[in-house]
């Protein structure tokens, strides 16, 4: 099975502008869950999808959002960018169904820099 | 509420020297545990994970982990440390209820150096 798909690997951005970034998930997995990596923070949750709806939502501001398509491809928005967003976005999926011991697969994530 | 504390931010060793890296979590419920490995410029990869199961998990590339719950620690070890071992490795607890259930939280990672 192909694993965790995310694109672009590596982004730069200016101040203001917005960014989308894709997540395609392991095949049969109907969830996605958005991470930033960051050196100051570490890992921080973003939000999750689950057949299409958000079932989770960290404490982010309203510039970041997200969507999941009917095939389970999952896309993150930032607009407005800081340039406290640069940072390693990181995409999980999982089947969805059986939370909380069931394993999330990790994309290699996307780099994105804000100038 | 749930979190994880990694209590040291970087551990090295020599090669063939036993592993440790250390977790404590705080958990309002009976915790799913994980340990990641992160090597450069990569994704995350699970090494194992516990689940209420056999308290002694056993994980890829010869790591295992112990949950102590009169303890809250869910320690990392390895036998004998490989060159290839070198990478960030961060614990992670699954929130088990409420609205938050299945989010993972994770530790702020402890990198592992390893010398030949």
């Known amino acids: 099975k192909a694993g965790v798909t995310q694109t672009p690997r590596y982004l730069i951005k200016t101040r203001g502008q917005q960014v989308t970034l894709s997540c395609s998930p392991i095949?049969?997995?109907?969830?996605v869950s958005w991470y930033q990596q960051t050196p100051g923070q570490g890992l921080q949750f973003l939000f999750e999808y689950f057949s299409e709806t958000q079932r989770n939502k960290g404490n982010f501001p309203g510039r970041f959002s997200g969507r999941q398509f009917s095939n389970s491809r999952s896309e993150m928005n930032v607009s407005t960018l800081e340039l406290g967003d640069s940072a390693l976005y990181l995409c999980?999926?999982?089947?969805?169904?059986?939370?909380?011991?069931?394993?999330?697969?990790f994309g290699p994530g996307t780099r994105l820099l804000v100038l | 509420a749930q979190s994880v504390t990694q209590l040291d931010s970087h551990v090295s060793v020599s090669e063939g020297t036993p592993v440790l890296l250390r977790c404590n979590y705080s958990?309002?419920?009976?915790?799913?545990l994980f340990w990641y490995v992160q090597h450069p410029n990569k994704g995350l990869q699970l090494l194992l994970k516990?689940?209420?199961?056999?308290?002694l998990v056993k994980g890829i590339n010869g790591f295992e982990a112990e949950f102590k719950k009169s303890e809250t620690s869910f320690h990392l070890t390895k036998p004998s440390a490989h060159m290839s071992d070198a990478a960030e490795y961060f614990c992670?607890?699954?929130?088990?209820?409420?609205?938050?259930?299945?989010?993972?939280?994770f530790g702020r990672g402890t990198q592992l150096t390893v010398w030949p």
């Open positions: 958990s309002s419920y009976s915790p799913s």
């Open positions: 516990y689940t209420s199961a056999a308290t």
């Open positions: 992670v607890v699954s929130d088990s209820k409420g609205s938050t259930l299945g989010r993972l939280y």
């Open positions: 999980a999926s999982s089947l969805g169904s059986g939370p909380p011991q069931e394993t999330q697969y």
């Open positions: 095949s049969g997995h109907r969830s």
